[in-house]
């Protein structure tokens, strides 16, 4: 079975401080990572995404996350959080058949000023 | 704007009506795909298409739910009798099969709430 596991449902932060969002995967087969936004009352927005190649992936607004496959992990993170950030944030996988998304249960990431 | 639209963005029924709901996706994407996400959790998989074709439904879609998606273009997805269970947001997505794959382009919803 396939899941997303995010460890942490709400993460706040004063601004200009860094940040990460965990998540964590479990799959025996290839996947792809992706981690999406959410900003209240919107779809949601691609902020980074991983197939293959280099483990360290950049994305839109200054956010990048790394994939470790001994770790099952595709955490995000970014050094200094602005209150624009505030959102929620999705972690996916797609397997390999490419069917369907799988996203966690999301975290919703509360910037301070 | 050549994203994926839906319509409408807020929908309030009374319980037992029935709603539908459309979503025209990016337009040279093949594949449509339906999620739905209630408070508090991540989108959950409807089903999908490749072109017309509906090749995937999952098991939370009961029969009251019907998805269509004539000549491989916009998609409707229809609740009938409708349940105040079935008040969430429900997201349309598209994306291009291609050998590297890419991302779903996620529309901004329809938020339906059942009283």
């Known amino acids: 079975a396939q899941s997303v596991t995010q460890l942490d449902s709400q993460v706040p932060v004063f601004e200009e401080a860094p940040v990460e969002l965990r998540c964590n995967y479990s799959?025996?087969?290839?996947?792809?990572l992706f981690w999406y936004v959410q900003y209240p009352n919107q779809g949601l927005q691609l902020l980074l995404k991983?197939?293959?190649?280099?483990?360290l992936v950049k994305g839109i607004n200054g956010f990048e996350a790394e994939f470790n496959k001994s770790q099952t992990s595709f955490h995000l993170r970014k050094p200094s959080v602005h209150i624009s950030d505030t959102a929620e944030y999705f972690c996916?996988?797609?397997?390999?058949?490419?069917?369907?998304?799988?996203f966690g249960s999301g975290t919703k990431l509360n910037v301070k000023p | 704007d050549t994203g994926v639209s839906q319509d409408p963005r807020h929908k309030i029924t009374k319980r037992g009506q029935n709603v539908t709901f459309r979503c025209d996706p990016i337009?040279?994407?093949?594949?449509l795909y339906w999620y739905r996400q209630t408070l508090g959790q991540g989108p959950e998989f409807l089903t999908y298409?490749?072109?017309?074709?509906?090749?995937?439904k999952s098991r939370l879609l009961s029969d009251r739910f019907s998805a269509e998606r004539p000549k491989g273009s916009f998609s409707t997805l229809e609740i009938q009798r409708t349940e105040q269970g079935d008040s969430a947001m429900y997201l349309c997505?598209?994306?291009?099969?291609?050998?590297?794959?890419?991302?779903?382009?996620f529309g901004q919803g329809t938020r339906l709430t059942v009283v």
């Open positions: 996916a996988v797609l397997k390999g058949n490419f069917n369907k998304f799988y």
């Open positions: 991983y197939l293959s190649g280099s483990t």
């Open positions: 997505a598209s994306s291009l099969t291609s050998e590297v794959n890419t991302e779903a382009f």
């Open positions: 337009s040279e994407h093949n594949r």
């Open positions: 298409f490749q072109n017309e074709a509906q090749l995937e």
């Open positions: 799959s025996s087969v290839s996947v792809y």
